[in-house]
């Protein structure tokens, strides 16, 4: 007779067939048209099963982000799922107008943690769409972690911004363009970049470079897929670290996106730049960082353009090192990373704990 597995809260237990399938019976009834419950809970088990009558499923905003969905007329609960970052009443950076659709009675998963997290009128919880996203889009991505390697480190920086361009200056001056694999967007593109094999590589290399080049395309059933988040493995196997090139540079929004997860993902040492406290948040999740065999002094300074400066100090720093020394002092943290981002329950964690007291049992 044939048992399915199925993983509830760490605990693996045998289903019969009947009972597996009750379940999915019960998961395809649960209102979630956006699909946030597939950001949470494993898509090759059954969801829990939250009762249509009293309970429903919303992203907060559209995809383009400059939108709030419009939330329902009803006495329903809804559970929101937001894929960016936002300071409640204040906005930052988006164009969305007005506030949004959450209330009292709501709930909400938000993709970044804010200093002003309390003024949400609802009970939320931080779970990040982008680290999950980039463990689903790269679960079967297995590296060759070999022992000599042609470049030092990859330098994925994308779309020009301020950190970001005066650390490509800094590279520059010091003559670091050619042992390092670098791509910013419209200004320079290490050749062997364009080597690899995979649509998203292709992708990158046919992209037309702008100002501002937007990185996502749309599959055949008109979803979007963020080429960012998926890893180049020959610029993996290629490189000794990365050095995470994140998307804010204000300490106020702590907000970690596939920047930082495909090197945690690829079992990489990484050094970020980015906002303040940003290593200091990200251990606060579980992560593990560097220090002192990487010097992340840079990650306590205030002045962004101070904070620069020690980001490429701890670099070059780094490359005075043995990098195959450097990979087996930092196997424990090396290791423990990337089995937390091959983890989705953990990843999902406070998320579910939020969430699976409104379950219905069934």
Known sequence: MQVCLISIRYRLVALHPSEFNRRIKYAFMNDDPY????????????????N??????????????NNWLTREESNR??????????IPDEGF???????PPCTEKDYLITSSI?????????????????LVNTYMVNKDVKLTHAQTRPYFANILFGNKKLMRNMFFDLLKENNQLENNLINLFDVYKSPYIDQGKSKMDKFFSDIEYTDYTKT????????????????SEHIENATWISVSCETLETERIFFPTEK?????????????????????NLRSLGFKTFD????????????????????????????????LQVRIKLKEILDHNEQCMRDKAWLTRHARALIDPLATPI
């Open 93 to 99: 950076i988006w164009n969305a107008k007005g506030k």
């Open 114 to 130: 804010t200093d002003r997290d309390h003024m949400w009128p609802c009970p939320y919880a931080f779970s990040s769409w982008h």
């Open 77 to 86: 609960t809804i559970i929101f799922e937001d894929l960016e970052y936002i």
């Open 52 to 65: 249509p009558e009293k309970i429903a499923f919303s992203k907060l905003r559209s995809f383009d982000h």
């Open 292 to 323: 002192p065999v990487i010097d992340e002094s840079y990650d306590e300074i205030d002045d962004l353009k101070e904070r620069t400066k020690a980001v490429f100090q701890s670099f070059m720093k780094l490359q005075q090192q043995d990098p």
């Open 35 to 50: 699909g946030v419950l597939s950001s949470i809970y494993d898509n090759e088990l059954p969801h829990p099963y939250f």
């Open 260 to 280: 930082t997860g495909k090197a945690m993902m690829s079992n990489k040492p990484f050094i970020v730049l980015g906002s303040k406290n940003f290593l200091k």
């Open 216 to 231: 996502s395309i749309y599959n055949v059933d008109g979803v979007a897929e963020f080429t960012s988040q998926y890893i």
